[in-house]
C-alpha cells in the first residue's frame, strides 16, 4: 500500500525556521496537504495544494513540492506552533492516505 | 460559521455496534462530499470513508469494509456513519469533515470528534 514518510520529529528554536518533510513516490502527480493537531483538538488546515494558504492561517506557515518531496515550513516559529503536523495526499487510484504525523517540539 | 458537531461515540463490545452521527452547520451541506476520519490512541490519522454530495458515490478503506456503512441526510445537514462487528483496533476518536474533492482532495473544516471504544 502506498505510503507518506514523516519524521517522527522535529526541535526548533523560538524564531528559527522549522522544516517538516513528507515523501511519497505519488507526490510529484498529487497534491500535498497539511494539518496541524494540537492535543486533545481536531486536526487544522494549514496548507492545501503544496502551497496554499487558507484563510486565516499566518503567513508563517508555507509549503513547497520538489519531485517526490513536499516540505511544510515555518519561519519565526512560536510557542504556539508546537504540535503535532500530519500530510496528506493521495495514491494513483485516488485514496487518501495521510503520512505518519511529526512533532513539532519548540524548545 | 462552518461547523461540524459529531456524537454517538461510547463504549461498546466487540462485535457490536454503533451509529455515529455528525450535525453540520454554516455552508450548503448538499453540495459537499463528506468525510470520516479516525485517530487511534496516540496515533496517527485514518481515512475511514466519504460520501459524495448526492450520496451515490461511496468510498471505504480496506480496514472497514464489510463493516461500516456512510450515509447522509441532506434535508437534515447530517452525516452518518454505522459501525457493525466493531473489533478492539476500531477503538478510536472518529472526525467528520467536510471533503473538498476536484483536482485533489483534502479536508477542511474537521468537527471536534468522538470517542468510540471498542472493549468487553
Known amino acids: 500500500s502506498y505510503e507518506l514518510t514523516q519524521p517522527p520529529s522535529v526541535s526548533v528554536s523560538p524564531g528559527q525556521t522549522a522544516r517538516i518533510t513528507c515523501s511519497g513516490d505519488a507526490l510529484p502527480k498529487q497534491y500535498a496537504y497539511w494539518y496541524q493537531q494540537k492535543p486533545g483538538q481536531a486536526p487544522v488546515l494549514v496548507i492545501y495544494?503544496?502551497?496554499e494558504r487558507p484563510s486565516g492561517i499566518p503567513e508563517r506557515f508555507s509549503g513547497s513540492s520538489s519531485g517526490t518531496t513536499v516540505t511544510l515550513t515555518i519561519s519565526g516559529v512560536q510557542a504556539e506552533d508546537e504540535a503535532d503536523y500530519y500530510c496528506?495526499?493521495?495514491?494513483?487510484?485516488?485514496?487518501?492516505?495521510f503520512g505518519g504525523g511529526t512533532k513539532l517540539t519548540v524548545l | 460559521q462552518v461547523q461540524l458537531v459529531e456524537s454517538g461515540g461510547g463504549l461498546v463490545k466487540p462485535g457490536g455496534s454503533l451509529r455515529l452521527s455528525c450535525a453540520a452547520s454554516?455552508?450548503?451541506?448538499?453540495?459537499?462530499?463528506m468525510s470520516w476520519i479516525r485517530q487511534a490512541p496516540g496515533k496517527g490519522l485514518e481515512w475511514v470513508s466519504y460520501i459524495s454530495s448526492s450520496g451515490s458515490t461511496i468510498y471505504y478503506a480496506d480496514s472497514v469494509k464489510g463493516r461500516f456503512t456512510i450515509s447522509r441526510d441532506n434535508a437534515k445537514n447530517s452525516l452518518y456513519l454505522q459501525m457493525n462487528s466493531l473489533r478492539a483496533e476500531d477503538t478510536a476518536v472518529y472526525y467528520c469533515?467536510?471533503?473538498?474533492f476536484g483536482e485533489g482532495r483534502w479536508f477542511d473544516p474537521w468537527g471536534q470528534g468522538t470517542l468510540v471504544t471498542v472493549s468487553s
Open positions: 495544494k503544496d502551497s
Open positions: 469533515a467536510r471533503l473538498w
Open positions: 496528506q495526499s493521495a495514491d494513483s487510484s485516488g485514496d487518501v492516505v
Open positions: 454554516g455552508f450548503t451541506f448538499s453540495d459537499y462530499y
